[in-house]
């Protein structure tokens, strides 16, 4: 069966340093891999979404970058942090060319003080 | 704008009643509909969902019910239990699933 991580599972960062949040997927091959951002109080934001290795869509412009070095692998980064990325990040997969059923991993709280 | 809207931000119902989350929708385009269930600092687990070319889909006591002329689907969850009570995001996408757009969240207590 498929599994995914996430890690960290919790984070505080100050203003201006900068973050890397790791996703990775087991059981499958070649998964369609996203970055959704939850702020308090709102519902899920699509960030980034990548169908193959170095492949990235970028949905919304901001201070956050995403990469894909390896096939169940998906990073999320920036070098600066705001006060603003604070919210909970979520990595989900998806079966390429399956239903449209997206799966999340267990998410990550980042706190930017 | 907010193509995917779930006005109702809490629902209370009783142990053993059914539970009527709604979600409307405002793109015509949406053609695969699914609802997913979020306890608080996890992730959504999948729930339920239903293409658009059918008006229903059951899954034990979770039922999501579509009306495409009025842009609306609904989650019955018969009969309710204490581990129910979470957040239910209702998430809609076109051909191809790579953008999921969800509604807001409606948070459900039930109550013993």
């Known amino acids: 069966s498929q599994t995914i991580h996430q890690w960290p599972a919790t984070l505080v960062q100050p203003v201006g340093s900068p973050l890397s949040l790791e996703c990775t997927v087991e059981?499958?091959?070649?998964?369609?891999l996203y970055w959704y951002r939850q702020a308090a109080g709102r519902g899920l934001q699509l960030l980034f979404y990548?169908?193959?290795?170095?492949?990235i869509s970028s949905e919304v412009p901001q201070n956050l970058s995403a990469s894909r070095p390896q096939d169940r692998q998906f990073i999320l980064s920036s070098k600066k942090l705001l006060l603003s990325d604070s919210g909970f990040y979520l990595c989900?997969?998806?079966?390429?060319?399956?239903?449209?059923?997206?799966?999340f991993g267990p998410g990550t709280r980042l706190t930017v003080l | 704008d907010q193509q995917v809207k779930q006005n109702s931000p809490s629902l209370s119902v009783q142990e053993g009643r059914i539970s009527i989350l709604n979600c409307d929708y405002t793109?015509?385009?949406?053609?695969?509909f699914l609802w997913y269930k979020k306890y608080p600092a996890e992730g959504p687990t999948f729930l339920i969902s239903?293409?658009?070319?059918?008006d229903k889909n059951e899954d034990g006591r979770f039922t999501v019910f579509l009306n495409k002329s009025a842009k609306h689907l609904s989650l019955h969850i018969v009969p309710s239990q204490p581990g129910d009570s979470a957040v239910y995001f209702c998430?809609?996408?076109?051909?191809?699933?790579?953008?999921?757009?969800f509604g807001t969240g409606t948070q459900l207590k039930v109550e013993l």
């Open positions: 989900a997969w998806r079966l390429a060319g399956a239903a449209d059923t997206q799966y």
């Open positions: 059981g499958t091959s070649n998964p369609n």
């Open positions: 990548s169908v193959g290795i170095g492949q």
């Open positions: 793109n015509s385009m949406f053609d695969y």
């Open positions: 239903i293409s658009s070319i059918k």
């Open positions: 998430a809609a996408t076109t051909g191809g699933g790579n953008k999921l757009t």
